[in-house]
């Protein structure tokens, strides 16, 4: 996408001011960065307030689906919701979906493993329900249905999109220098993640969502969840109940983006 969309002094006055970014962790600068790109990359042009004083609607750290003035309405799912129904009813209209969406379309044009192609596209899903610490979340809500692998590389995504990789292509997004400083580093606990992914196996599945994740933001390109219902065949294991009915580990998870009015 075409970052200078991103107006930079309008951004930090709506995290409250230049002050307001010391006390913000580097991990959660780069998740309400990235919410922004997410949010003009799905074409809502409706700037967001000023945030001056917390808003009372929502924290910065809850998933869009929570924020009424940016999804101010919700659909009815399916009685025994499938993995597409989410993404038409909930990750879409979130904003996430739509993103999740082009990162996967890269996967799939470039020739990439299924594994990969299907990690791309859960890999951000979660930020429709959680934001903060996203990757654990992400890891945690679609562990019950996919591969291991898929979940090990959305829970270490979120440390990796730091540190760059020239063996891929993935260099260090420079919007974050841009937009937060030279000195922006983050915490220890992302610093020891990657190291630990580094070290790991499995550490290309997460690289390579943190590379095709650096093309979803592509306005150009705008697949549908059923470009991918084959993949989701063979990569998701859908429970026979729906998901959010079984009794899965995450299954709550899941009934919290069905009903996010529920009050207990």
Same mark, same amino acid.
């Given at each position: ?8 002094? /309008? ?7 230049a002050t307001a970014l010391t006390t913000l962790s580097a $991990?959660?600068? /780069? ?8 949010? !003009? ?16 609607? !929502?924290?910065?750290? $809850?998933?869009?689906? %929570?924020?009424?003035?940016? !999804? ?8 025994d919701p499938t993995l597409i129904d989410f993404f038409n ?36 899903? !979660?930020?429709?329900?959680?934001? /903060?610490? &996203? ?12 591969d291991e692998r898929i979940t090990w590389g959305i829970r ?5 999109? %730091?540190?760059? *990789?020239? $063996? ?11 937009? %937060?400083?030279?000195? %922006? =580093? ?9 190291? &630990?992914?580094?070290? &790991? ?18 306005? =150009?390109? #705008? ?6 219902? *084959?993949?989701?065949?063979? #990569? ?29």
């Amino acid at each position: 996408m075409n970052v200078d969309k991103i107006d930079r002094r /309008a951004f930090i006055a709506r995290l409250g001011g230049a002050t307001a970014l010391t006390t913000l962790s580097a $991990s959660t600068l /780069a998740d309400e960065l990235e919410d922004e790109l997410i949010r !003009v990359a799905s074409a809502d042009t409706t700037p967001p307030k000023p945030r001056r004083r917390p808003r009372a609607e !929502v924290r910065r750290g $809850s998933g869009a689906i %929570f924020d009424k003035k940016r !999804v101010a309405s919700l659909d009815e799912l399916p009685k025994d919701p499938t993995l597409i129904d989410f993404f038409n009813y909930r990750f879409n209209v979130a904003g996430a979906g739509i993103h999740c969406l082009r990162s996967a379309h890269h996967a799939l044009a470039s020739g990439q493993d299924e594994i990969h192609v299907m990690a791309a596209l859960l890999h951000d899903t !979660v930020m429709s329900l959680m934001r /903060a610490d &996203h990757g654990y979340w992400g890891a945690d809500f679609v562990a019950p249905y996919v591969d291991e692998r898929i979940t090990w590389g959305i829970r270490h995504h979120q440390a990796l999109r %730091f540190f760059p *990789d020239e $063996s891929v292509g993935y260099e260090y997004p420079e919007l974050y220098r841009r937009m %937060f400083g030279e000195d %922006f =580093d983050p915490e220890p606990y992302v610093h020891e993640a990657y190291e &630990h992914a580094r070290k &790991h196996r499995w550490y290309m599945h997460s690289r390579m969502i943190t590379v095709n994740d650096t093309y979803g933001f592509d306005e =150009d390109v #705008n697949p549908s969840i059923e470009d991918f219902t *084959d993949i989701i065949g063979r #990569n998701f294991r859908h429970p026979k109940e729906g998901l959010g009915n079984d009794n899965s580990p995450s299954a709550h998870m899941w009934r919290v983006l069905i009903n996010p009015d529920r009050p207990l």
